[in-house]
């Protein structure tokens, strides 16, 4: 089993700024593609941005020229740097990580428990 745990959501006003932080945990285990999703109230969850084993990066259009994922992956852990934050831009946000434990032959989705980003006036 792999856990994630994130840190550093909170309350900005509009064009602020604010930098998430994910960290993996567990017995043995390999990541593969880790990133960010959002879910806003009454909507789906969707991709904000990720990357992958081999550091290829991806945005949501939304997004892009705004945030910047990085990834340590020494330290399994992901951030998220959010600038020029909008009100849109508000939901609780989701860690999530493709891994595989030792022994397992392929990779499961973990999701962490998720943290509150409002961006308000």
């Known amino acids: 089993q792999v856990q994630l745990a994130e840190s550093g959501g909170g309350w900005v006003q509009p064009g602020g700024s604010l930098r998430l932080s994910c960290v993996a945990s567990g017995s043995r285990f390999v990541i593969y593609d880790m990133g960010w999703y959002r879910q806003a109230p009454g909507k789906s969850r969707e991709s904000v941005a990720g990357?992958?084993?081999?550091?290829?990066?991806y945005y949501a259009d939304a997004v892009k020229g705004r945030f910047t994922i990085v990834r340590d992956s020494a330290k399994k852990t992901v951030f998220l740097q959010m600038n020029s934050l909008k009100p849109e831009d508000t939901g609780v946000y989701y860690c999530?990580?493709?891994?595989?434990?030792?022994?397992?032959?392929?990779?499961?989705?973990?999701w962490g428990r998720g943290t509150q980003v409002t961006v308000s006036s």
């Open positions: 999530n990580a493709q891994a595989r434990t030792y022994g397992e032959v392929a990779s499961t989705g973990y």
């Open positions: 990357t992958t084993k081999v550091n290829t990066t």
